[in-house]
């Protein structure tokens, strides 16, 4: 099963709205990352956040983590129809090495003009 | 310089032939990823190289699957009698050193796999 899951699956919302995507995952983590997919082509990387720090901010995106709920939050403030695309969360497992990067299944985000 | 590449974008084949997709990842990158990404869904891990050296196979689905990756460059991923399951988006990454969690990982545009 997957290490990460995000919720919701899809999200719709208005220009201008702020859009919250959750991620849990199951296993202890060193780090997580964010990454974006539009039209289900490559993914970019959006932002990073350790094990021992609990919140990141970039630009519009604000990242959350807690380690004891083994949950992440990404927050996108003042969307914009450009930010319509997949989020997906991913962790690495301690127990495989370093190297094995877990994907959830993504969040569907609508950003309508 | 370049981002990661992958050849061919799109690729329709019939049920029972071999694929081979190509991945060039960012010059200088040791390391380097493929994943599986079936329609509305996240990626799946297959495979990843440390220069020339694969770790974990474990995440490859069958012996159908197998990768390779020459002078810690180029990388390629052949799928052999393949089946309607195997259609997919196959994502090739790469990143600096280590990789994994450790840092960021660069993303091809991926290939369309298409077995009929």
């Known amino acids: 099963s997957q290490q990460g899951e995000e919720d919701p699956q899809a999200l719709s919302i208005q220009e201008g709205e702020n859009a919250t995507m959750n991620c849990s995952y199951k296993t202890s983590i060193n780090n997580l990352q964010w990454y974006r997919q539009n039209s289900g082509r490559g993914l970019v990387h959006l932002i990073l956040?350790?094990?021992?720090?609990r919140e990141k901010h970039s630009g519009r995106l604000r990242v959350t983590l807690d380690t004891s709920k083994k949950s992440s939050s990404l927050l996108i403030t003042a969307s914009r129809a450009a930010d319509t695309a997949s989020y997906f969360c991913a962790t690495v497992p301690l127990h495989t090495g370093g190297f094995k990067t877990i994907f959830g299944a993504g969040t569907r985000l609508f950003v309508k003009a | 310089g370049a981002g990661v590449s992958q050849s061919p974008s799109n690729k329709v084949t019939e049920k029972g032939k071999d694929v081979e997709l190509r991945c060039d990842p960012i010059s200088g990158h040791t390391a380097l990823y493929w994943y599986r990404q079936s329609l509305g869904q996240g990626l799946e891990f297959l495979i990843y190289f440390q220069g020339n050296s694969a770790p974990d196979k474990s995440g490859l689905p069958s012996d159908r699957f197998s990768a390779e990756r020459t002078g810690g460059s180029v990388s390629t991923l052949t799928i052999q009698r393949t089946q309607q399951e195997d259609s997919a988006v196959y994502l090739c990454?790469?990143?600096?050193?280590?990789?994994?969690?450790?840092?960021?990982?660069?993303f091809g545009p991926g290939t369309r796999l298409l077995v009929l």
């Open positions: 956040i350790r094990s021992n720090e």
């Open positions: 990454a790469s990143s600096l050193e280590r990789g994994g969690g450790w840092e960021t990982q660069y």
